[in-house]
T-cell receptor, first 115, second 113 residues
Framework: DAGVIQSPRHEVTEMGQEVTLRCKPI?????LFWYRQTMMRGLELLIY????????DSGMPEDRFSAKMPNASFSTLKIQPSEPRDSAVYFC?????????????FGEGSRLTVL | DAKTTQPNSMESNEEEPVHLPCNHS???????IHWYRQLPSQGPEYVIH???SNVNNRMASLAIAEDRKSSTLILHRATLRDAAVYYC??????????????FGKGTLLTVNP
């Protein structure tokens, strides 16, 4: 299995631009998570999908952030407009059982730099 | 969310065992104890998890105290590739949030050659 695939691996953009991060979960997994990691705040859960439906988006920082999962094999995290404080590594993870009872598989992350 | 307490950092020598402690005095009866690690410039990686009994897998062992208020991750022979941040996390059916894994700051393990 290829594991969780994220793209792009690195993105450098200017403040105000739209950023779209992509994730392909492991086939057969029904739970998908977006995390953000910064030095100051560590790893934060942004949003959780189960069977393509957003279950908990309480970690999404503000309206500039949106996430979609149109089908079981694809999810996007969009930031519009982007700001320098959005600079972070964004991780996508998938799971068969949900994180509390099973194993989360993380992608390699998308490193975002907003100038 | 029930919280865990870990030392900020630990050091070990290569090929020696490492015992990484974690305190979780507010653990609920349905919380699993999870361990993940994050190598430099990589995403977190699952290590092991357990509920009440000690657990072993190819990567590590998890020793859980009888009262479940603490646990220890055991790496039997540390290698340089084990240098990483190790996270101890509680996750389970507490409050219906059985999907959530809330990562703390973890323990930075340094392995000396």
């Amino acid at each position: 299995d290829a594991g969780v695939i994220q793209s792009p691996r690195h993105e450098v953009t200017e403040m105000g631009q739209e950023v779209t991060l992509r994730c392909k979960p492991i086939s057969g997994h029904n739970s998908l998570f977006w995390y953000r990691q910064t030095m100051m705040r560590g790893l934060e859960l942004l949003i959780y999908f189960n069977n393509n439906v957003p279950i908990d988006d309480s970690g999404m920082p503000e309206d500039r952030f949106s996430a979609k999962m149109p089908n079981a094999s694809f999810s996007t995290l969009k930031i519009q407009p982007s700001e320098p404080r959005d600079s972070a590594v964004y991780f996508c993870a998938s799971s068969l059982l949900g994180g509390g009872a099973g194993e989360l598989f993380f992608g390699e992350g998308s490193r975002l730099t907003v100038l | 969310d029930a919280k865990t307490t870990q030392p900020n950092s630990m050091e070990s020598n290569e090929e020696e065992p490492v015992h990484l402690p974690c305190n979780h005095s507010t653990i609920s009866g349905t919380d699993y104890i999870h361990w993940y690690r994050q190598l430099p410039s990589q995403g977190p990686e699952y290590v092991i998890h357990g509920l009440t009994s000690n657990v072993n897998n190819r990567m590590a062992s998890l020793a859980i105290a009888e009262d479940r208020k603490s646990s220890t991750l055991i790496l039997h022979r540390a290698t340089l590739r084990d240098a990483a941040v190790y996270y101890c996390i509680l996750g389970g059916n507490s409050g219906g949030s059985n999907y959530k894994l809330t990562f703390g700051k973890g323990t930075l393990l340094t392995v000396n050659p």
